[in-house]
């Protein structure tokens, strides 16, 4: 069982920039692959970024060149920088921790709102 708290969520203008972190805590295994999902109102969730410990990042087409994910291995905690953020980046963002095999584990999610 993984544990997933975020915090960093808020209201911020179009332009600005927010960065969200997410720490796990629990039964972490070594290789595993940890990310941030988003969802807006009345759409499926959606992936935004994912890393694995290796650095492999992945972003969503629409967050490319504007959102940056890293992670502190030691400190078992992937961020999320979001600069030039719009009005469609408005969702509540989720942590997420995968590991192949095994039931992914979610953070509660943290609101994001970018207003223009």
């Known amino acids: 069982q993984v544990q997933l708290v975020e915090s960093g969520g808020g209201l911020v203008q179009a332009g600005g920039s927010l960065r969200l972190s997410c720490a796990a805590s629990g039964s972490i295994f070594s290789i595993n692959l940890m990310g941030w999902y988003r969802q807006a109102p009345g759409k499926k969730r959606e992936l935004v970024a994912n890393i694995n410990r290796g650095g492999s990042t992945n972003y969503a087409d629409s967050v490319k060149g504007r959102f940056t994910i890293s992670r502190d291995n030691a400190k078992n905690t992937v961020y999320l920088q979001m600069n030039s953020l719009k009005p469609e980046d408005t969702a509540v963002y989720y942590c997420?921790?995968?590991?192949?095999?095994?039931?992914?584990?979610w953070g509660q999610g943290t609101q994001v709102t970018v207003s223009s």
């Open positions: 997420n921790y995968h590991r192949l095999g095994y039931d992914d584990s």
